[in-house]
Protein backbone atom coordinates (compact mmCIF):
# COMPACT_ATOMS: atom_id res chain seq x y z
CA UNK A 1 0.00 0.00 0.00
CA UNK A 2 1.23 3.87 -0.86
CA UNK A 3 1.89 5.83 1.61
CA UNK A 4 -1.25 7.97 2.95
CA UNK A 5 -1.56 11.50 0.36
CA UNK A 6 -3.76 14.20 -0.08
CA UNK A 7 -3.91 17.13 -2.88
CA UNK A 8 -2.98 21.03 -2.14
CA UNK A 9 -2.68 23.85 -4.11
CA UNK A 10 -0.74 26.96 -3.42
CA UNK A 11 -0.89 30.59 -4.67
CA UNK A 12 -2.61 31.20 -8.02
CA UNK A 13 -2.25 28.23 -9.22
CA UNK A 14 -5.13 25.61 -9.51
CA UNK A 15 -3.04 22.84 -10.37
CA UNK A 16 -3.14 20.16 -7.76
CA UNK A 17 -0.16 18.69 -5.85
CA UNK A 18 0.12 15.76 -3.98
CA UNK A 19 1.87 15.67 -0.47
CA UNK A 20 3.05 12.41 1.11
CA UNK A 21 2.65 12.35 4.66
CA UNK A 22 5.32 13.33 6.24
CA UNK A 23 5.60 16.23 3.79
CA UNK A 24 5.35 19.77 4.15
CA UNK A 25 4.13 22.66 2.21
CA UNK A 26 7.15 23.73 1.81
CA UNK A 27 8.64 20.26 0.23
CA UNK A 28 6.11 19.87 -1.78
CA UNK A 29 6.37 23.64 -3.02
CA UNK A 30 10.12 22.62 -3.70
CA UNK A 31 9.57 19.86 -5.57
CA UNK A 32 7.01 21.51 -8.00
CA UNK A 33 9.73 24.35 -8.53
CA UNK A 34 7.29 27.14 -6.56
CA UNK A 35 9.33 29.31 -5.06
CA UNK A 36 8.52 29.77 -1.52
CA UNK A 37 11.69 32.00 0.67
CA UNK A 38 12.37 30.45 3.94
CA UNK A 39 15.58 32.28 4.87
CA UNK A 40 16.36 30.18 7.90
CA UNK A 41 16.69 27.12 5.82
CA UNK A 42 13.41 25.43 6.88
CA UNK A 43 14.05 25.69 10.66
CA UNK A 44 11.42 27.50 12.09
CA UNK A 45 13.37 30.31 12.93
CA UNK A 46 11.88 33.27 10.43
CA UNK A 47 8.67 34.27 9.21
CA UNK A 48 9.80 34.41 5.50
CA UNK A 49 7.89 31.02 4.27
CA UNK A 50 4.51 32.42 5.45
CA UNK A 51 1.37 30.49 4.11
CA UNK A 52 -2.54 31.50 4.53
CA UNK A 53 -5.07 29.10 4.50
CA UNK A 54 -7.87 29.77 1.74
CA UNK A 55 -9.68 26.88 1.62
CA UNK A 56 -10.20 23.55 4.13
CA UNK A 57 -9.09 22.86 7.54
CA UNK A 58 -6.26 24.14 8.80
CA UNK A 59 -3.23 22.84 10.39
CA UNK A 60 -2.72 22.65 14.66
CA UNK A 61 -0.18 24.89 15.01
CA UNK A 62 3.23 24.07 16.15
CA UNK A 63 5.93 25.76 18.60
CA UNK A 64 7.28 27.24 15.56
CA UNK A 65 4.02 28.67 14.22
CA UNK A 66 3.53 30.11 18.36
CA UNK A 67 7.31 31.56 18.16
CA UNK A 68 7.34 33.22 14.93
CA UNK A 69 3.61 34.35 14.18
CA UNK A 70 1.39 36.62 16.08
CA UNK A 71 -1.85 35.37 17.57
CA UNK A 72 -3.95 37.34 15.20
CA UNK A 73 -2.11 35.73 12.76
CA UNK A 74 -2.72 31.91 13.61
CA UNK A 75 -6.77 32.70 14.24
CA UNK A 76 -6.37 34.29 10.65
CA UNK A 77 -4.89 30.85 9.04
CA UNK A 78 -1.33 31.95 8.48
CA UNK A 79 1.24 28.93 9.24
CA UNK A 80 4.81 28.49 8.39
CA UNK A 81 5.14 26.66 5.30
CA UNK A 82 8.16 24.44 6.71
CA UNK A 83 6.29 23.32 9.52
CA UNK A 84 2.76 22.71 8.00
CA UNK A 85 1.91 19.18 7.43
CA UNK A 86 -1.34 18.84 5.45
CA UNK A 87 -3.33 16.11 6.29
CA UNK A 88 -6.52 17.34 4.20
CA UNK A 89 -6.96 18.46 0.78
CA UNK A 90 -6.27 22.70 1.02
CA UNK A 91 -5.57 25.65 -0.85
CA UNK A 92 -2.90 27.77 0.31
CA UNK A 93 -1.78 30.98 -0.53
CA UNK A 94 1.75 32.18 -0.25
CA UNK A 95 2.12 35.36 2.08
CA UNK A 96 3.15 38.11 1.49
CA UNK A 97 4.31 37.86 -1.91
CA UNK A 98 7.89 39.04 -2.92
CA UNK A 99 6.97 42.49 -2.24
CA UNK A 100 10.68 43.29 -2.02
CA UNK A 101 11.67 45.60 -5.13
CA UNK A 102 14.54 47.99 -6.04
CA UNK A 103 17.14 46.17 -3.96
CA UNK A 104 19.69 48.72 -3.37
CA UNK A 105 22.46 46.46 -4.70
CA UNK A 106 26.43 48.08 -4.71
CA UNK A 107 27.94 47.84 -8.07
CA UNK A 108 30.38 50.44 -7.75
CA UNK A 109 34.17 48.39 -7.51
CA UNK A 110 35.05 52.42 -6.92
CA UNK A 111 38.00 53.75 -8.95
CA UNK A 112 40.68 51.34 -9.85
CA UNK A 113 43.86 51.73 -11.85
CA UNK A 114 44.02 49.39 -14.69
CA UNK A 115 46.14 46.43 -13.94
CA UNK A 116 50.01 47.60 -15.36
CA UNK A 117 49.35 45.01 -18.39
CA UNK A 118 46.46 44.48 -20.47
CA UNK A 119 46.53 41.20 -22.34
CA UNK A 120 47.00 41.58 -25.78
CA UNK A 121 44.05 41.88 -28.01
CA UNK A 122 45.11 39.06 -30.50
CA UNK A 123 44.88 36.46 -27.15
CA UNK A 124 41.30 37.07 -26.62
CA UNK A 125 38.94 35.54 -29.66
CA UNK A 126 36.30 38.99 -28.58
CA UNK A 127 36.61 42.27 -27.55
CA UNK A 128 34.27 42.20 -24.75
CA UNK A 129 34.60 39.99 -21.31
CA UNK A 130 32.15 39.83 -18.09
CA UNK A 131 33.31 39.49 -14.58
CA UNK A 132 31.55 38.36 -11.57
CA UNK A 133 30.87 38.64 -8.04
CA UNK A 134 28.88 35.88 -6.40
CA UNK A 135 27.89 36.51 -3.34
CA UNK A 136 25.42 34.65 -1.36
CA UNK A 137 22.65 37.45 -1.19
CA UNK A 138 23.66 39.52 -4.07
CA UNK A 139 25.19 39.02 -7.66
CA UNK A 140 27.19 41.84 -9.57
CA UNK A 141 28.19 41.68 -13.12
CA UNK A 142 30.52 43.95 -15.18
CA UNK A 143 30.66 43.83 -19.00
CA UNK A 144 34.39 44.99 -20.20
CA UNK A 145 36.31 46.07 -23.31
CA UNK A 146 38.98 43.95 -23.22
CA UNK A 147 41.59 45.57 -25.98
CA UNK A 148 40.66 48.83 -23.54
CA UNK A 149 40.22 47.74 -19.76
CA UNK A 150 36.55 50.14 -20.40
CA UNK A 151 33.70 49.37 -18.30
CA UNK A 152 30.66 48.91 -20.70
CA UNK A 153 27.69 48.16 -18.38
CA UNK A 154 27.21 46.82 -14.77
CA UNK A 155 24.23 44.44 -13.77
CA UNK A 156 22.72 43.32 -10.68
CA UNK A 157 20.40 41.44 -8.55
CA UNK A 158 19.48 39.05 -5.72
CA UNK A 159 21.14 35.83 -5.91
CA UNK A 160 18.11 33.46 -6.86
CA UNK A 161 19.79 30.51 -4.37
CA UNK A 162 18.25 32.76 -1.43
CA UNK A 163 14.97 30.95 -1.23
CA UNK A 164 16.32 28.04 -0.41
CA UNK A 165 18.21 29.74 2.44
CA UNK A 166 19.39 33.25 3.42
CA UNK A 167 23.15 32.22 4.44
CA UNK A 168 25.75 29.32 3.45
CA UNK A 169 25.10 27.60 6.33
CA UNK A 170 20.88 26.99 4.57
CA UNK A 171 22.23 26.62 1.38
CA UNK A 172 24.74 23.49 2.43
CA UNK A 173 21.76 21.89 4.13
CA UNK A 174 19.54 21.90 1.50
CA UNK A 175 22.19 20.81 -1.28
CA UNK A 176 23.02 17.86 1.31
CA UNK A 177 19.21 16.77 1.15
CA UNK A 178 19.22 15.36 -1.90
CA UNK A 179 21.70 15.01 -5.06
CA UNK A 180 19.61 16.84 -6.82
CA UNK A 181 20.09 19.76 -5.09
CA UNK A 182 23.35 20.69 -5.75
CA UNK A 183 22.10 20.22 -9.48
CA UNK A 184 19.41 22.55 -8.95
CA UNK A 185 21.62 25.33 -7.03
CA UNK A 186 23.76 25.12 -9.70
CA UNK A 187 21.41 25.88 -12.35
CA UNK A 188 19.65 28.44 -10.67
CA UNK A 189 22.94 30.89 -10.32
CA UNK A 190 23.63 29.83 -14.08
CA UNK A 191 20.81 30.70 -15.59
CA UNK A 192 21.09 33.76 -13.23
CA UNK A 193 24.33 34.84 -14.59
CA UNK A 194 23.01 34.18 -18.32
CA UNK A 195 20.09 36.55 -17.28
CA UNK A 196 22.56 39.10 -16.47
CA UNK A 197 25.02 38.91 -19.18
CA UNK A 198 22.00 38.85 -21.50
CA UNK A 199 21.15 42.79 -19.83
CA UNK A 200 24.77 43.93 -19.50
CA UNK A 201 25.01 43.44 -23.46
CA UNK A 202 21.92 44.73 -24.35
CA UNK A 203 22.81 48.30 -22.56
CA UNK A 204 26.19 48.18 -24.59
CA UNK A 205 24.38 47.14 -27.83
CA UNK A 206 26.18 43.66 -28.18
CA UNK A 207 25.48 39.95 -28.51
CA UNK A 208 25.33 37.56 -25.79
CA UNK A 209 28.05 35.41 -28.55
CA UNK A 210 29.95 38.55 -28.09
CA UNK A 211 32.11 37.63 -24.84
CA UNK A 212 34.42 35.47 -25.10
CA UNK A 213 35.76 35.70 -21.49
CA UNK A 214 34.13 35.30 -17.79
CA UNK A 215 35.98 35.24 -14.14
CA UNK A 216 34.09 34.72 -11.37
CA UNK A 217 34.98 35.41 -7.69
CA UNK A 218 32.97 34.25 -4.57
CA UNK A 219 32.79 32.71 -1.06
CA UNK A 220 33.97 28.90 -1.44
CA UNK A 221 30.31 27.75 -1.17
CA UNK A 222 29.07 30.09 -3.85
CA UNK A 223 31.95 28.75 -6.35
CA UNK A 224 31.29 24.92 -5.96
CA UNK A 225 28.01 25.58 -6.64
CA UNK A 226 28.82 27.42 -9.77
CA UNK A 227 30.74 23.87 -10.45
CA UNK A 228 28.01 21.95 -9.73
CA UNK A 229 30.29 20.47 -6.83
CA UNK A 230 28.81 19.21 -3.65
CA UNK A 231 29.69 21.67 -1.13
CA UNK A 232 28.37 19.75 1.96
CA UNK A 233 32.00 18.73 3.13
CA UNK A 234 32.18 22.81 3.52
CA UNK A 235 29.38 22.45 6.18
CA UNK A 236 31.62 20.27 8.95
CA UNK A 237 34.68 19.99 10.12
CA UNK A 238 37.51 20.33 8.83
CA UNK A 239 35.63 22.25 6.39
CA UNK A 240 37.71 21.23 3.47
CA UNK A 241 37.08 22.92 0.02
CA UNK A 242 36.68 20.31 -3.05
CA UNK A 243 40.09 21.72 -4.05
CA UNK A 244 41.39 25.63 -3.69
CA UNK A 245 43.24 26.26 -6.88
CA UNK A 246 42.60 28.85 -9.44
CA UNK A 247 40.10 26.90 -12.44
CA UNK A 248 39.53 27.28 -15.77
CA UNK A 249 37.21 26.04 -17.91
CA UNK A 250 34.86 26.29 -20.92
CA UNK A 251 32.24 28.51 -20.44
CA UNK A 252 29.31 25.96 -21.39
CA UNK A 253 30.68 23.52 -18.44
CA UNK A 254 29.35 26.15 -16.26
CA UNK A 255 26.26 26.44 -18.38
CA UNK A 256 26.84 29.92 -19.35
CA UNK A 257 25.80 30.18 -23.20
CA UNK A 258 28.41 32.79 -24.46
CA UNK A 259 30.79 32.68 -27.33
CA UNK A 260 31.14 28.86 -28.20
CA UNK A 261 34.79 29.38 -27.24
CA UNK A 262 34.13 31.79 -24.35
CA UNK A 263 36.69 30.65 -21.14
CA UNK A 264 35.69 31.02 -17.42
CA UNK A 265 38.26 31.73 -14.81
CA UNK A 266 37.17 30.80 -11.27
CA UNK A 267 40.45 32.68 -8.86
CA UNK A 268 41.70 30.48 -6.38
CA UNK A 269 40.15 29.72 -2.30
CA UNK A 270 42.29 30.52 0.44
CA UNK A 271 40.86 27.56 2.28
CA UNK A 272 37.77 27.04 4.10
CA UNK A 273 34.71 29.86 3.80
CA UNK A 274 37.38 32.37 2.94
CA UNK A 275 37.09 32.08 -1.01
CA UNK A 276 37.73 33.62 -4.35
CA UNK A 277 35.91 36.71 -3.07
CA UNK A 278 38.45 37.45 -0.55
CA UNK A 279 41.62 36.91 -2.89
CA UNK A 280 39.75 39.58 -4.95
CA UNK A 281 39.68 41.55 -2.48
CA UNK A 282 43.06 41.69 -1.01
CA UNK A 283 44.34 42.23 -4.76
CA UNK A 284 42.39 45.31 -5.42
CA UNK A 285 42.72 46.87 -2.01
CA UNK A 286 46.67 46.14 -2.56
CA UNK A 287 46.80 44.61 0.98
CA UNK A 288 50.05 43.17 0.34
CA UNK A 289 51.76 45.95 -0.39
CA UNK A 290 50.45 48.42 2.78
CA UNK A 291 51.91 49.60 5.42
CA UNK A 292 51.25 48.98 8.94
CA UNK A 293 48.40 47.25 10.68
CA UNK A 294 45.45 47.47 8.11
CA UNK A 295 42.47 45.24 8.79
CA UNK A 296 39.88 44.51 5.56
CA UNK A 297 36.31 43.32 6.00
CA UNK A 298 33.96 42.13 3.60
CA UNK A 299 30.76 42.28 5.52
CA UNK A 300 27.54 40.15 5.00
CA UNK A 301 26.30 36.68 6.29
CA UNK A 302 29.33 35.52 5.99
CA UNK A 303 32.30 37.96 6.75
CA UNK A 304 35.27 37.80 5.57
CA UNK A 305 38.21 39.62 7.94
CA UNK A 306 41.82 39.95 6.81
CA UNK A 307 44.89 41.48 8.54
CA UNK A 308 48.10 42.45 7.45
CA UNK A 309 51.19 43.02 9.33
CA UNK A 310 54.85 43.02 8.57
CA UNK A 311 54.64 39.26 9.01
CA UNK A 312 52.38 39.08 6.17
CA UNK A 313 48.29 38.33 5.40
CA UNK A 314 46.39 36.11 7.88
CA UNK A 315 42.77 35.50 6.67
CA UNK A 316 39.46 34.26 8.79
CA UNK A 317 35.81 33.63 8.28
CA UNK A 318 33.29 34.80 10.63
CA UNK A 319 29.22 33.25 9.95
CA UNK A 320 27.13 36.28 10.89
CA UNK A 321 23.82 34.72 9.64
CA UNK A 322 21.65 36.63 7.98
CA UNK A 323 20.57 39.24 10.13
CA UNK A 324 22.50 41.81 8.80
CA UNK A 325 20.61 41.16 5.49
CA UNK A 326 17.12 41.38 7.40
CA UNK A 327 17.18 37.28 8.02
CA UNK A 328 15.52 36.08 10.96
CA UNK A 329 14.02 39.69 12.08
CA UNK A 330 10.79 40.01 13.12
CA UNK A 331 9.93 42.68 10.42
CA UNK A 332 13.66 42.87 8.60
CA UNK A 333 13.82 42.60 4.70
CA UNK A 334 16.27 42.87 2.51
CA UNK A 335 17.49 46.94 1.31
CA UNK A 336 14.98 47.29 -0.81
CA UNK A 337 12.20 49.63 -1.37
CA UNK A 338 10.31 50.48 1.52
CA UNK A 339 13.09 49.09 3.84
CA UNK A 340 14.06 51.30 7.11
CA UNK A 341 17.63 52.23 6.26
CA UNK A 342 18.08 55.23 8.96
CA UNK A 343 17.11 55.62 12.30
CA UNK A 344 17.80 58.89 14.57
CA UNK A 345 15.79 60.16 17.32
CA UNK A 346 15.16 63.66 18.36
CA UNK A 347 11.55 64.23 21.01
CA UNK A 348 10.30 61.17 18.85
CA UNK A 349 12.06 58.18 16.42
CA UNK A 350 13.16 59.22 13.09
CA UNK A 351 13.30 57.04 10.62
CA UNK A 352 14.04 56.68 6.32
CA UNK A 353 13.19 54.44 3.87
CA UNK A 354 15.07 53.31 0.74
CA UNK A 355 13.17 55.29 -2.06
CA UNK A 356 11.14 57.80 0.47
CA UNK A 357 8.46 55.13 0.44
CA UNK A 358 6.36 53.99 3.34
CA UNK A 359 7.51 51.84 5.67
CA UNK A 360 7.65 48.25 4.85
CA UNK A 361 10.43 46.61 7.30
CA UNK A 362 13.85 47.33 8.29
CA UNK A 363 16.66 45.99 6.51
CA UNK A 364 20.63 45.91 8.07
CA UNK A 365 21.75 49.55 7.97
CA UNK A 366 18.44 50.04 10.11
CA UNK A 367 19.03 47.58 12.52
CA UNK A 368 21.82 48.77 13.17
CA UNK A 369 21.17 52.42 13.40
CA UNK A 370 17.42 51.66 15.80
CA UNK A 371 19.76 49.57 18.50
CA UNK A 372 22.34 52.22 18.33
CA UNK A 373 19.56 54.85 19.37
CA UNK A 374 18.38 52.70 21.80
CA UNK A 375 21.33 52.16 23.41
CA UNK A 376 22.20 55.45 23.47
CA UNK A 377 18.55 56.66 25.20
CA UNK A 378 19.56 53.52 27.87
CA UNK A 379 16.47 51.45 26.74
CA UNK A 380 18.80 49.25 25.37
CA UNK A 381 21.47 48.42 28.13
CA UNK A 382 24.73 46.43 27.47
CA UNK A 383 24.13 43.16 27.94
CA UNK A 384 21.10 43.59 25.10
CA UNK A 385 17.95 43.89 27.36
CA UNK A 386 15.65 46.22 26.22
CA UNK A 387 14.04 48.03 29.29
CA UNK A 388 9.89 47.92 29.63
CA UNK A 389 10.61 50.79 32.07
CA UNK A 390 13.85 52.82 31.22
CA UNK A 391 16.22 53.82 34.41
CA UNK A 392 16.26 57.26 32.55
CA UNK A 393 13.43 58.94 31.49
CA UNK A 394 12.31 59.36 27.77
CA UNK A 395 10.05 61.40 25.87
CA UNK A 396 6.83 60.59 26.15
CA UNK A 397 6.42 59.78 22.54
CA UNK A 398 9.66 57.72 22.99
CA UNK A 399 7.94 56.13 26.11
CA UNK A 400 4.69 55.13 24.18
CA UNK A 401 6.67 53.18 21.44
CA UNK A 402 7.67 50.54 24.70
CA UNK A 403 5.59 47.82 25.17
CA UNK A 404 4.86 43.76 25.53
CA UNK A 405 4.71 41.51 22.59
CA UNK A 406 1.92 38.74 22.60
CA UNK A 407 4.96 36.72 23.76
CA UNK A 408 4.91 38.58 27.06
CA UNK A 409 8.83 40.07 25.70
CA UNK A 410 9.28 43.56 25.91
CA UNK A 411 9.06 45.01 22.41
CA UNK A 412 9.80 48.94 20.34
CA UNK A 413 7.54 50.10 17.96
CA UNK A 414 9.73 51.76 15.13
CA UNK A 415 6.55 53.23 13.06
CA UNK A 416 3.19 52.57 13.73
CA UNK A 417 0.50 50.69 11.80
CA UNK A 418 -1.26 54.20 10.51
CA UNK A 419 1.99 55.13 9.07
CA UNK A 420 3.71 51.81 7.87
CA UNK A 421 3.02 50.86 4.19
CA UNK A 422 0.95 47.38 4.83
CA UNK A 423 -0.70 48.57 7.90
CA UNK A 424 0.84 46.77 10.22
CA UNK A 425 3.37 47.68 13.38
CA UNK A 426 6.90 47.74 12.61
CA UNK A 427 8.76 46.22 15.90
CA UNK A 428 12.19 45.52 16.90
CA UNK A 429 11.43 42.34 19.35
CA UNK A 430 14.10 41.21 22.33
CA UNK A 431 14.79 38.67 19.44
CA UNK A 432 15.94 40.67 16.55
CA UNK A 433 18.62 42.26 18.98
CA UNK A 434 20.22 39.02 20.09
CA UNK A 435 20.75 38.23 16.70
CA UNK A 436 22.08 41.48 15.95
CA UNK A 437 24.55 40.46 18.60
CA UNK A 438 25.01 36.86 17.33
CA UNK A 439 26.14 38.73 14.05
CA UNK A 440 28.14 41.36 15.35
CA UNK A 441 30.05 39.14 17.63
CA UNK A 442 31.07 37.02 15.13
CA UNK A 443 32.90 39.78 13.02
CA UNK A 444 34.19 41.23 16.26
CA UNK A 445 35.62 38.51 17.43
CA UNK A 446 37.40 37.79 14.30
CA UNK A 447 39.20 40.93 14.35
CA UNK A 448 40.10 40.44 17.70
CA UNK A 449 41.10 36.67 16.94
CA UNK A 450 43.26 37.66 14.33
CA UNK A 451 44.82 40.59 16.11
CA UNK A 452 45.99 38.50 18.90
CA UNK A 453 48.22 36.13 16.85
CA UNK A 454 50.47 38.84 16.94
CA UNK A 455 50.02 39.98 20.36
CA UNK A 456 48.14 43.80 19.17
CA UNK A 457 44.79 45.02 20.37
CA UNK A 458 42.20 47.31 18.35
CA UNK A 459 44.24 50.51 19.13
CA UNK A 460 47.30 49.51 16.87
CA UNK A 461 45.02 49.32 13.62
CA UNK A 462 46.42 51.70 11.24
CA UNK A 463 43.39 52.14 8.66
CA UNK A 464 40.34 49.26 9.14
CA UNK A 465 38.81 48.76 5.57
CA UNK A 466 34.98 48.13 4.80
CA UNK A 467 34.14 46.36 1.55
CA UNK A 468 31.04 45.04 0.30
CA UNK A 469 27.59 46.46 -0.39
CA UNK A 470 26.51 46.30 3.01
CA UNK A 471 29.61 47.84 4.71
CA UNK A 472 29.16 50.54 2.64
CA UNK A 473 25.90 51.39 3.47
CA UNK A 474 26.35 51.23 7.24
CA UNK A 475 26.79 54.74 9.36
CA UNK A 476 30.32 54.55 11.15
CA UNK A 477 29.26 56.12 14.31
CA UNK A 478 26.18 53.59 15.04
CA UNK A 479 28.40 50.37 14.00
CA UNK A 480 31.28 51.88 16.05
CA UNK A 481 28.24 52.09 19.12
CA UNK A 482 26.87 48.50 18.91
CA UNK A 483 30.66 47.21 18.75
CA UNK A 484 30.23 45.83 15.02
CA UNK A 485 33.73 47.33 14.08
CA UNK A 486 36.81 48.82 15.92
CA UNK A 487 36.07 51.92 18.24
CA UNK A 488 38.41 53.43 15.71
CA UNK A 489 38.34 57.30 14.89
CA UNK A 490 36.92 57.94 11.58
CA UNK A 491 40.07 58.43 9.80
CA UNK A 492 41.54 55.17 10.34
CA UNK A 493 38.29 53.39 8.71
CA UNK A 494 37.95 53.74 5.17
CA UNK A 495 35.52 52.48 2.61
CA UNK A 496 36.72 50.50 -0.37
CA UNK A 497 33.51 49.53 -2.08
CA UNK A 498 33.05 46.21 -3.89
CA UNK A 499 36.25 45.23 -3.61
CA UNK A 500 36.08 41.66 -4.80
CA UNK A 501 34.02 42.59 -8.31
CA UNK A 502 36.81 45.03 -8.63
CA UNK A 503 39.85 42.44 -8.25
CA UNK A 504 37.12 40.50 -10.69
CA UNK A 505 37.83 42.98 -13.32
CA UNK A 506 41.42 43.21 -12.94
CA UNK A 507 41.83 39.39 -13.62
CA UNK A 508 39.63 40.04 -16.31
CA UNK A 509 41.88 42.13 -18.04
CA UNK A 510 45.74 41.00 -17.27
CA UNK A 511 47.36 37.55 -16.64
CA UNK A 512 49.62 39.40 -14.65
CA UNK A 513 46.90 39.83 -12.49
CA UNK A 514 45.51 36.40 -12.42
CA UNK A 515 49.35 35.57 -11.30
CA UNK A 516 49.14 37.92 -8.29
CA UNK A 517 45.77 36.62 -7.28
CA UNK A 518 47.06 32.84 -7.45
CA UNK A 519 49.97 33.60 -4.79
CA UNK A 520 47.76 35.83 -2.92
CA UNK A 521 45.95 32.17 -1.91
CA UNK A 522 49.21 30.44 -1.47
CA UNK A 523 51.21 33.00 0.47
CA UNK A 524 48.00 34.15 2.89
CA UNK A 525 47.28 31.81 5.90
CA UNK A 526 44.19 31.24 7.19
CA UNK A 527 43.44 30.94 10.38
CA UNK A 528 40.32 28.24 11.72
CA UNK A 529 38.08 29.64 14.25
CA UNK A 530 35.82 26.45 14.69
CA UNK A 531 37.44 24.63 17.73
CA UNK A 532 40.28 27.67 18.37
CA UNK A 533 41.35 27.43 22.06
CA UNK A 534 39.99 30.77 23.77
CA UNK A 535 37.77 31.75 20.86
CA UNK A 536 34.55 30.89 22.99
CA UNK A 537 35.96 33.32 25.46
CA UNK A 538 37.00 36.09 22.99
CA UNK A 539 33.16 35.47 20.67
CA UNK A 540 31.37 35.63 24.10
CA UNK A 541 32.50 39.00 25.20
CA UNK A 542 31.84 40.36 21.74
CA UNK A 543 28.29 39.52 22.31
CA UNK A 544 27.81 42.37 24.46
CA UNK A 545 27.32 46.27 23.85
CA UNK A 546 29.83 48.67 24.74
CA UNK A 547 28.90 51.20 27.45
CA UNK A 548 30.17 54.17 25.17
CA UNK A 549 32.13 55.11 22.41
CA UNK A 550 35.34 56.79 22.34
CA UNK A 551 35.79 58.42 19.10
Keep these: MGKESV ?86 AISPPNHETSFQILNDAGQQQLPDYLNPAEQNETDYGIAFDIGTTTVVGYLMDLSTGASLASVSGLNPQTVFGGDVISRIGYAAEKPTHVKKLHQRIATFMNDLSRQACHQAGISLTDICKVTVVGNTCMHHLLLGIDPTPLGSAPYEPAFTEAYRCP ?226 RNARRIGLIPDLANDRIHYIANAAGAGAQLTLLSDSSCDEAENIALETKHLSLAGMSGFQKIYLAAMGFPTETAQ
Design 7 to 92: TISLGNDTTQLVVEAGSSVLDVARQNDIDIVSTCGARGRCRSCRIKLVEGTVTEPSVADHSQLSKDEIIEGYRLACQCYPRTSASY
Design 251 to 476: ARQCGLKLHENAQVYLLPVIAGFVGADTVAMILSAKLGSSTGIVIAADIGTNAEVVMRTDQGLIACSSPAGPALEGGQIHDGMRAAHGAIDKVSTGEDIIINTIGDAPPLGICGSGLIDAVAVLLDLSIIDKTGRLHLEPKVVQPAAIAARLRKGESGMVEFVLVWATDSGNRLDIVLTQGDIRQLQLAKAAIMSGVQTLLEQVELDCDCIDAFLLAGGFGNYINI
